[in-house]
């Protein structure tokens, strides 16, 4: 998000995605904290409302988690930075369906690791990931651009499918 070229390209492919999808977005919903900035070039771009969902409720007030305001029932598009388990995820898309009586069915991200967990548990919340790029394609492309050899690559591999098991 520092680099305005780059934040540039990441939110012209939330867009297109959004489009080519034909997502509903009458509300955007950024997660705390790496989703909110995501979230509001979004909205800005779209000129839609925007909300934010905690990842703690608040110690005071009502305790709520989520920031904003909008209709019941709206359709709320979340954008999250990256997916590893989709655990903040479904908790920001739980919070908006019972704080907000919302319909969440989408989640966009910049990057997923495409682990089992993510699309386990986004399965069982009933919501579909719409990640930009995938652990795979970056890295494909770190290899192709010679940034890592067959060794990191291969090493790379390993960590992905058994995290724990890759420090041994």
Known sequence: MSIPEARDIIVENFLKLIN??????????????????????????????LLYVRSK?????????????????????VIEDAISTAGSSIQSTNALREELGATVEHVLAIFSWDTPQSHENAKNANVILHPLTHFEEIVET??????????????????????EGWKN
């Open 20 to 49: 080519e999808e034909q997502l509903p977005t009458e509300v955007i919903s950024g997660t705390a904290t790496a989703g909110i900035p995501w979230a509001s070039f979004v909205a800005q771009t779209l000129n839609t409302p």
């Open 142 to 163: 770190l290899f192709a651009s010679g940034k890592i050899d067959d060794a990191g690559k291969a090493s790379l591999e390993r960590f992905h499918s058994d995290p």
């Open 57 to 77: 409720p608040k110690g005071h007030g009502a305790g709520k988690m989520v920031e904003g305001r909008c209709e019941h029932g709206q359709h709320i598009l």
